[in-house]
């Protein structure tokens, strides 16, 4: 029952904003973690942004001072403000979340509940 779908990519060009949505179902969005993260490189998928189910939040390095996550517990959304976007934050961004995770950062490598993806493309 648990899933979670993202929505919002799109294209932009550099120095603009984006606002993507995690709309779930199936859990407490105000009781578990949930991250944004986005395809990368490597083995993993990379971590972007976090919340808690208290609250607290982490960002990557890449992203700190210009994303911003956030949640709407009565909407069961996760929403992640993108500002200021630059070509290399071209990706699929994802929304995920596992049950056995409250706290972050969430490991990119054993969360059970992954979205389809949205793709955010940055370029003049």
């Known amino acids: 029952q648990v899933q979670v779908v993202e929505s919002g990519g799109g294209l932009v060009q550099p120095g603009g904003s984006l606002r993507l949505s995690c709309q779930a179902s199936g859990f407490d969005v105000g009781f578990y973690a949930v991250g944004w993260f986005r395809q990368g490189a490597g083995q993993y998928r990379e971590r972007v942004a976090c919340i808690g189910g208290d609250g607290s939040t982490h960002y990557a390095d890449s992203v700190q001072g210009r994303f911003t996550i956030n949640r709407d517990n009565a909407k069961k959304t996760i929403y992640l403000q993108m500002n200021d976007l630059k070509p290399e934050d071209t990706d699929v961004y994802y929304c995920?979340?596992?049950?056995?995770?409250?706290?972050?950062?969430?490991?990119?490598?054993?969360?059970?509940?992954w979205g389809a993806g949205t793709l955010v493309t940055v370029s003049p």
């Open positions: 995920a979340v596992d049950q056995a995770w409250r706290r972050c950062p969430l490991p990119p490598n054993a969360m059970d509940h």
